[in-house]
């Protein structure tokens, strides 16, 4: 089961790879409905309840985000509100010591960050939460998640630098 939980976490990380490339918001959530379903699978199998849960909300939260520009209701910040009150009844639900908190943190974190429209602040945002995630993987054993938090981030940073000076570059030559 280790092993299996261990090949999730590689596929969630991958899926958070491609994420991180995507030049629309949209297309970031999708690769981040892939990047909950891998980690959930990997959760359920380690039996680390909050990080399992967690990304039952992020299933939910993500898929409800996508359709924030389409329907009336997804456009207040109800839907907003919602993910974050069930982010923190998850924790109080599932709480077992201070590593627990950081899937929260690291979920209401995400939560704020993807409700904006901006691709830019998306990525820059997911700076902070793979480094959450990275800590909490080590913590319930989840090492190749871990591991992929952390190159994860790498990745991240190295797509705000390539796509800032893109469109930097893009910037100048129109004016």
């Known amino acids: ?11 969630a ?6 994420g991180s490339w995507q030049k629309s918001r949209n297309g970031m959530l999708f690769f981040l409905c892939g990047d909950c379903l891998f980690y959930l699978i990997q959760y359920l199998l380690l039996g680390a309840a909050t990080g399992a849960i967690s990304n039952v909300i992020g299933l939910f939260r993500t898929t409800a ?3 924030k520009d389409t ?20 924790g109080i639900i599932t709480y077992d010591g201070i590593m627990s908190l950081f899937p929260v943190v690291a979920s209401c974190a995400y939560a704020v960050i993807l409700w904006n429209n901006n691709p830019k602040f998306i990525r820059i945002g997911s700076l902070f939460i793979s480094l959450m995630w990275a800590v909490y993987n080590i913590s319930v054993g989840a090492y190749i998640g871990a ?6 981030f790498g990745n991240t940073l190295l797509a705000v630098i390539t796509l800032n000076r893109k469109s930097q570059k893009e910037e100048c030559l129109s004016n």
């Open 1 to 11: 089961m280790d092993f299996i939980a261990q090949i999730a976490g590689f596929l």
């Open 13 to 18: 990380i991958l899926s958070g790879f491609a």
């Open 65 to 67: 985000f996508t359709r």
């Open 71 to 90: 329907n009336n209701f997804f456009k207040t910040n109800a839907i907003l509100y919602i993910v974050l009150v069930l982010n923190i009844i998850m």
């Open 147 to 152: 591991l992929g938090e952390l190159l994860l």
